[in-house]
């Protein structure tokens, strides 16, 4: 099916462990996004990209890195893994476009740092 | 001050019922607005856009008044299955990928 897929699902790590969330898209959309959700907070923009090869810095970047070499996909690096990165992570994308369409997401990591 | 802020909820109402959701923000240049929907440890998922001229989609009306920097959202008939949190979304710039503004939703649960 067509859409925004997120990988993995579920992961916990350990503080100062670093990994890579995956995130791809199959509708050539050029905007992509990665938020994070905690309680009581709403989302928050982390990183977003316009387009492969431009990445931009959103509300919350410090501890994230992202690149965007293709179309369809956008990872999120966590560089050294902190407590206060627990989260829900999601990845959005929409057509340049669009503006009047809104986003569509990806199902979500759920990241546990211990 | 929050860029965009929502009634907390949540908000309990039996089967039928009509409820209205409040949403405030605070860039008067925003140029987007849009109501999401949220399930239990889901993704949102676009429900509408908001239109100057307010906007109907079923049972559902999105009102935008750029005057007071009001956003609202009617649910009509409501249904168990309209149980969910209602996220406001404002995009300060048309076309702009950065400054897609979430509130920080409302709860809606029907009772039957």
């Known amino acids: 099916n067509a859409g925004v897929t997120q990988t993995p699902k579920f992961q916990v790590l350990k503080t100062g462990q670093s990994m890579t969330l995956q995130c791809a898209q199959d509708?050539?959309?050029?905007?992509m996004s990665w938020y994070r959700q905690d309680p009581g907070m709403g989302l928050r923009l982390i990183h977003y990209?316009?387009?492969?090869?431009?990445?931009d810095q959103g509300e919350v970047p410090n501890g994230y890195n992202v690149s965007r070499s293709t179309t369809e996909d956008f990872p999120l690096r966590l560089l050294s893994a902190a407590p206060s990165q627990t989260s829900v992570y999601f990845c959005?994308?929409?057509?340049?476009?669009?503006?009047?369409?809104?986003?569509?997401f990806g199902s979500g990591t759920r990241l546990t740092v211990v | 001050r929050k860029e965009v802020e929502q009634d907390p909820g949540p908000f309990n109402v039996p089967e039928g019922a009509t409820v209205a959701f409040n949403c405030t923000y605070s860039n008067s240049a925003s140029q987007s607005f849009f109501w999401y929907r949220q399930d239990c440890r889901k993704e949102p998922k676009l429900l509408m856009s908001?239109?100057?001229s307010g906007n109907e989609d079923g049972r559902f009306t999105a009102q935008l008044n750029r005057a007071s920097q009001y956003i609202s959202l009617l649910i009509r008939d409501s249904k168990l299955s309209d149980s969910a949190t209602y996220l406001c979304v404002v995009n300060p710039r048309s076309g702009s990928a950065r400054q897609l503004t979430f509130g920080s939703g409302t709860q809606l649960t029907v009772l039957p």
């Open positions: 509708m050539n959309h050029e905007y």
């Open positions: 959005a994308s929409r057509g340049q476009g669009a503006a009047n369409y809104g986003y569509t």
């Open positions: 908001v239109y100057s």
């Open positions: 990209s316009v387009g492969a090869g431009i990445t």
